[in-house]
């Protein structure tokens, strides 16, 4: 009789304590998950950045108020212009470059931007592995939309998994804020160059 005693107490201790580590480890964690975030870190103009698939360079940021490299303004519009020099580090010619930068702090009427090559103008062009092109990315903003002097861009990497969770293919995926780049803005009356 004793012997059955001890053993139910036993496991009531024991279902007790892991009951209470349990609840300890869930507050540590809420407690953690509720402080604010890190800010993501300033990267270096003078370098190329490693972006996932990507070897992004900054160049320059610019305010036009004409036609930008191929990309039409209605009337009454300007854009605001990243240039970049892109390196595909895939194996394969690719143009999902679409979301590597973004401005911060500008209500965009479509955060999506055209994309062209400085060098021909050839709206959003697949990039063929280990070739540096310029691009340029052109956001278009309502003509009296205020930009500051200096402008931060989010900019956003991802990570090749060898083999994915669902397909079991090669790709690359979880895109994440791999830091920011603050470029002066210039004010351009023409087009760009």
Do not use: C
């Amino acid at each position: 009789m004793f012997r059955t005693a001890r053993s139910k107490v036993q496991t009531w201790i024991t279902a007790g304590a892991g009951t209470i580590a349990a609840l300890f480890v869930a507050s540590l964690m809420g407690a953690f998950g509720a402080l604010p975030a890190h800010a993501p870190p300033q990267l270096p103009l003078d370098t190329a950045i490693d972006a996932g698939r990507w070897r992004v360079q900054p160049v320059r940021a610019y305010i036009s108020h004409a036609r930008t490299y191929g990309v039409l303004m209605k009337p009454g519009q300007k854009a605001l212009v990243l240039e970049a020099d892109l390196t595909n580090r895939t194996a394969q010619s690719d143009k999902a470059y679409f979301n590597v930068f973004k401005p911060d702090g500008l209500a965009l009427p479509d955060p999506m931007p055209m994309i062209a090559l400085t060098r021909d103008a050839t709206l959003t062009p697949e990039l063929h592995p280990g070739m540096t092109e310029r691009m340029a990315y052109v956001w278009p903003l309502a003509g009296d939309a205020i930009v500051p002097a200096s402008l931060s861009f989010g900019v956003t990497a991802e990570i090749f998994k060898s083999r994915d969770n669902l397909y079991g293919m090669p790709g690359w995926f979880n895109p994440y804020r791999l830091g920011t780049i603050t470029l002066p803005v210039a004010d351009v009356p023409g087009t760009g160059s």
